[in-house]
């Protein structure tokens, strides 16, 4: 873990390496792959779990494809009242089997938005998961890394 530090915040807070979050990524893939649940779709929460999605898309074998999808939660260090989809679905996604991957679940604001709005975009279902849970969170995912 790395410790972090940011003038004029009291606050330090940790951050995992880009090794261990491959391995978060590694045991998230092996869960979802384990459950049996197709993956026709692995939907990411973009910005911040773009990276991280490659490394689980490879994971699970390069299994369906990769589409993004924008929220927005945060306006700097202001938590909004509501998450708010800035950024449409990728693709369609009508009837298919979709994974919602976010690397970190904080507040747990964006993701039922966003897994509520692939459903109302089509989706058959919605499965969800994320590298790092943290345990104040309102929502917990299916699948945490």
Do not use: C, W
Request: proline residues 5%.
């Amino acid at each position: 873990m790395i410790a972090l530090t940011f003038p004029g915040d009291p606050v330090r807070y940790v951050a995992p390496s880009l090794t261990e979050l491959d391995a978060l990524g590694f045991r998230l893939a092996r869960q979802v792959l384990g459950s049996g649940i197709p993956l026709e779709r692995t939907v990411v929460i973009s910005n911040g779990a773009l990276p991280y999605a490659l490394a689980f898309h490879n994971h699970v074998g390069n299994r369906g494809k990769i589409i993004t999808i924008g929220m927005s939660y945060y306006d700097f260090d202001q938590v909004r009242a509501r998450a708010e989809v800035v950024q449409e679905l990728s693709e369609d996604v009508v009837g298919k089997q979709v994974f919602l991957l976010d690397e970190v679940v904080d507040r747990g604001g964006t993701m039922p938005v966003a897994r509520d709005h692939i459903l109302a975009a089509g989706a058959a279902s919605v499965r969800t998961g994320a590298l790092v849970f943290k345990r104040r969170s309102l929502f917990r995912p299916d699948f945490v890394g």
